[in-house]
């Protein structure tokens, strides 16, 4: 299968990269980044500081499912407004983009209490790219919603050492939808859910994710 993968520089995304590369399933690899990626003879990697430019490029299609690890930061964003096109508007474009070219399958990294009810900005913002992904009719949707996301960035957030530290402590005595989730884990689902997808709107919640 050929897969367009979202986010291939980010923490969960760098992981589906490294694992979609080595399966024999995948065929394809067609990355979209603002950076370049290391070469790999099954790898299509588009460069465009505007990323959103790239998704009328023929270059990245056709695609058989999307694995979307695309996220920030309010903090990284430097405003509401430019948190929401990153995290709803830009995967979003490709979304409308990969349907439009006949694409079945999606798969989404969202958050822990996402719900365009929310009254938290994030929380809500996130619900409302679930909810607007689904209106999008994808016959196959994955919707993972894990808690903190344990791994090594590639940019650090100063943040999330004190959670990291608390989470690692406790982790065996609290429930498994409260631990950390390490990224490996995310990743190795969100590539499955697109290599054997399941039919309609599936949401698989922290606790699958769950370290130790």
Known sequence: MNLLLLGATGLVGRHVLEFALADPRVRRVAAPTRRPLAAHEKLANLVDPDIARLAGDEALWPADAVACALGTTLRQAGSREAFRRADHDLPLVFARAARERGTGTFALVSSIGASPRSAFFYLRT???????????????????????????????????????????????????????????????????????????????????????
């Open 126 to 212: 996130k619900g409302e790219l679930e909810r607007d992904l689904a209106a999008l009719g994808f016959p196959s949707l994955f919707v993972a919603r894990p808690n903190f996301i344990e791994g090594s960035r590639s940019e650090p957030r100063r943040s999330e050492s004190l959670t990291r530290g608390i989470l690692r402590g406790l982790g065996p005595v609290l429930p498994r939808g409260m631990r950390a989730n390490p990224a490996e884990a995310i990743a190795r689902a969100l590539l499955e859910a697109t290599v054997t997808p399941s039919a309609g709107v599936r949401i698989v919640g922290s606790a699958a994710f769950a370290g130790g």
